[in-house]
Protein backbone atom coordinates (compact mmCIF):
# COMPACT_ATOMS: atom_id res chain seq x y z
CA UNK A 1 0.00 0.00 0.00
CA UNK A 2 1.34 3.08 -1.06
CA UNK A 3 0.65 6.06 1.76
CA UNK A 4 0.80 9.92 0.83
CA UNK A 5 -0.11 12.71 3.42
CA UNK A 6 -1.33 15.99 2.63
CA UNK A 7 -2.24 19.19 4.27
CA UNK A 8 0.69 21.11 4.92
CA UNK A 9 0.97 24.35 6.49
CA UNK A 10 1.82 27.58 8.38
CA UNK A 11 -0.79 28.07 11.18
CA UNK A 12 -0.86 30.84 14.22
CA UNK A 13 -0.46 28.96 17.51
CA UNK A 14 -4.19 28.14 18.80
CA UNK A 15 -5.17 27.44 14.97
CA UNK A 16 -6.30 24.12 13.68
CA UNK A 17 -5.10 22.02 10.99
CA UNK A 18 -6.59 18.44 9.18
CA UNK A 19 -4.20 16.25 7.59
CA UNK A 20 -5.05 13.46 5.00
CA UNK A 21 -3.12 10.15 4.50
CA UNK A 22 -4.05 8.69 0.89
CA UNK A 23 -3.74 5.03 0.64
CA UNK A 24 -3.60 4.07 -3.08
CA UNK A 25 -2.23 0.21 -4.44
CA UNK A 26 -5.13 -1.69 -1.90
CA UNK A 27 -7.35 -1.26 0.90
CA UNK A 28 -6.62 0.32 4.02
CA UNK A 29 -9.93 -1.24 6.19
CA UNK A 30 -7.21 -4.49 7.40
CA UNK A 31 -4.72 -2.10 7.98
CA UNK A 32 -4.18 -0.07 11.48
CA UNK A 33 -3.22 3.93 10.71
CA UNK A 34 -1.13 5.91 12.92
CA UNK A 35 0.22 9.18 12.63
CA UNK A 36 4.26 9.91 13.57
CA UNK A 37 5.88 13.28 13.41
CA UNK A 38 9.57 14.37 13.57
CA UNK A 39 10.55 17.86 15.31
CA UNK A 40 14.13 19.49 13.89
CA UNK A 41 16.95 17.77 16.00
CA UNK A 42 14.37 15.47 17.77
CA UNK A 43 13.60 11.72 17.16
CA UNK A 44 10.36 10.38 15.63
CA UNK A 45 7.41 9.73 18.26
CA UNK A 46 3.92 8.82 17.91
CA UNK A 47 1.11 10.80 17.63
CA UNK A 48 -2.06 8.66 17.31
CA UNK A 49 -3.18 5.70 16.28
CA UNK A 50 -6.68 4.14 14.40
CA UNK A 51 -7.89 0.21 14.64
CA UNK A 52 -9.33 -1.22 11.46
CA UNK A 53 -12.57 -0.02 11.91
CA UNK A 54 -12.31 3.33 13.58
CA UNK A 55 -13.63 2.03 17.27
CA UNK A 56 -10.53 2.06 18.86
CA UNK A 57 -7.74 5.39 18.69
CA UNK A 58 -4.70 6.26 20.88
CA UNK A 59 -2.95 9.67 21.32
CA UNK A 60 0.53 10.63 22.82
CA UNK A 61 -0.03 12.31 25.64
CA UNK A 62 0.74 15.89 24.06
CA UNK A 63 -1.78 15.67 21.82
CA UNK A 64 -4.46 14.28 23.61
CA UNK A 65 -7.60 16.62 24.12
CA UNK A 66 -6.59 18.74 21.35
CA UNK A 67 -5.82 16.09 18.15
CA UNK A 68 -8.74 13.70 16.76
CA UNK A 69 -7.33 10.60 14.55
CA UNK A 70 -10.28 9.03 12.08
CA UNK A 71 -10.67 7.59 8.99
CA UNK A 72 -12.99 6.84 5.74
CA UNK A 73 -12.65 3.27 4.24
CA UNK A 74 -14.74 3.70 1.57
CA UNK A 75 -12.57 6.36 0.35
CA UNK A 76 -9.10 4.58 1.84
CA UNK A 77 -7.61 7.96 3.52
CA UNK A 78 -7.14 8.50 7.35
CA UNK A 79 -7.15 11.94 9.11
CA UNK A 80 -5.85 13.69 12.00
CA UNK A 81 -7.41 16.79 13.05
CA UNK A 82 -5.22 19.14 15.13
CA UNK A 83 -6.48 21.60 16.96
CA UNK A 84 -5.26 24.28 19.65
CA UNK A 85 -1.85 23.88 17.54
CA UNK A 86 1.24 24.86 19.94
CA UNK A 87 4.57 25.73 18.51
CA UNK A 88 6.25 22.33 19.87
CA UNK A 89 3.91 21.05 17.19
CA UNK A 90 5.50 22.15 14.74
CA UNK A 91 7.19 18.94 12.95
CA UNK A 92 7.09 16.79 9.94
CA UNK A 93 4.26 14.77 10.00
CA UNK A 94 4.01 11.20 8.62
CA UNK A 95 1.36 8.63 8.15
CA UNK A 96 2.33 4.98 8.83
CA UNK A 97 0.03 1.42 8.33
CA UNK A 98 0.35 -2.02 9.20
CA UNK A 99 -1.57 -4.91 8.26
CA UNK A 100 -3.81 -6.54 10.70
CA UNK A 101 -2.59 -5.86 14.40
CA UNK A 102 -4.84 -4.10 17.21
CA UNK A 103 -3.08 -0.91 17.33
CA UNK A 104 0.56 -0.03 17.88
CA UNK A 105 2.25 3.21 19.27
CA UNK A 106 5.63 2.00 18.43
CA UNK A 107 7.06 2.84 14.78
CA UNK A 108 8.93 -0.05 14.10
CA UNK A 109 5.23 -1.72 13.91
CA UNK A 110 4.67 0.07 11.19
CA UNK A 111 6.23 -1.64 7.22
CA UNK A 112 4.06 1.36 5.18
CA UNK A 113 4.97 4.96 5.46
CA UNK A 114 4.16 7.95 3.92
CA UNK A 115 6.32 10.75 2.51
CA UNK A 116 5.92 13.18 5.60
CA UNK A 117 3.89 16.48 5.57
CA UNK A 118 5.49 19.78 7.19
CA UNK A 119 3.23 21.87 9.40
CA UNK A 120 4.68 24.82 11.19
CA UNK A 121 2.85 26.51 14.17
CA UNK A 122 4.31 30.40 14.98
CA UNK A 123 3.87 31.45 18.05
Known amino acids: VQLQAFGRGLVQAGGSLRLACAASGRSIRQYIMGWFRQAPGKEREFVAT????????RYADSVQGRFTISRDNAKNTAYLQMNSLKPEDTAVYYC?????????????????WGHGTLVTVSS
Open 50 to 57: INRNGAVT
Open 96 to 112: AAVYAVPTSVTGSDYNY
